[in-house]
């Protein structure tokens, strides 16, 4: 028996919803979905899903960012915002599923708004560190995962991919991931995979996906007693490939139970 945990930047659910049900269709063995960027208000959230039998948590926002959960399972929400984070912008939901407290998370970018925009990229950075200790110090079992915006190493985005001042690569995004994995968290794809160039998202300009010119942004970082039952993390790279897709694809969490 295992447990798996998915997370996918839709990049905005209302147009892809078709997409999302074709894969999980296809991926049964997906427990939890997370999804960003879904940008729509909660109302506005396909009831598509519901009606199939899926259980749904969403902290909406028009037009921008967005993150929301479908189950299939019952799972309970424990908060539709990161402690500690003023910025009103909706960008974490958590909830817990069989005793495992998953923050499904889409973190600031930091290229837009001047050093103000970026700010607020190390206040999430700075907040979700301070939940991890706090989870620690409760031996609870967690897992973060989601668009990160970061690329914590040079291998993972492609030679070119970004400038260098870009706020993916920035010291301080690196410094900032590195605390929060420091904490005592395993990076799942590094754990199995400590070298090589693995992406997850490749940008629609320039035929990217077609060059490989990608960047890993999408992370699970995994609490210790969730990171010792991990058996898998999965890069489903193909759906890049299906017309009308998201930039980024999904990446799965697959843990003993």
């Known amino acids: 028996m295992s447990l798996t945990i998915a997370s996918w ?16 269709d296809r991926h049964p063995e997906c427990d939890l979905l997370c999804l960003q960027e879904i940008k729509c208000e909660d109302g506005q ?19 921008y960012n967005g993150v929301a959960l479908i189950g ?25 599923l069989d005793g495992v407290t998953v923050g499904n998370l889409y973190l ?38 989601g668009d990160y915006n970061v690329c914590p190493t040079d291998e993972d985005f492609a030679p070119g991919a970004l400038s260098p001042t870009d706020a993916l690569t920035r010291p301080e995004s690196r410094a900032a991931f590195n605390r929060l994995r420091w904490t005592g968290l395993t990076d799942a794809l590094r754990a199995l995979e400590p ?16 060059r490989n010119s990608g960047l890993r942004i999408d992370h699970a970082l995994l609490s210790p007693r969730v990171a010792d039952r991990l058996e898998a993390f999965t890069i489903d790279r193909d759906e890049r490939a299906r017309e009308k897709s998201s930039d980024h694809v999904p990446v799965l969490v697959t843990l003993r139970k």
Not at 110 to 136: H, I, P, Q
Request: no cysteine; proline share 5%; hydrophobic share 40%.
């Open 195 to 210: 070298t090589g160039r693995h992406y997850t998202f490749w940008d629609y300009q320039a035929a990217a996906f077609q």
């Open 72 to 96: 299939r399972d019952p799972f309970t929400v424990t908060t539709r915002h990161l402690p500690g984070v003023e910025d009103p912008a909706a960008r974490y939901i958590e909830a817990e």
């Open 45 to 63: 959230f396909p009831a598509s899903f519901a009606e199939a039998g899926f259980h749904i948590a969403t902290a909406g926002q028009k037009a």
């Open 9 to 24: 930047n839709i990049n905005s659910i209302r147009a892809r919803a078709h997409l999302v049900h074709d894969w999980l």
């Open 108 to 145: 600031p970018n930091g290229n837009s708004g001047s050093e103000e925009g970026y700010g607020r990229k190390m206040a999430f950075f700075d907040a979700l560190t301070l939940r991890a200790r706090l989870f620690l110090a409760e031996e609870r079992p967690f897992l973060f995962l």
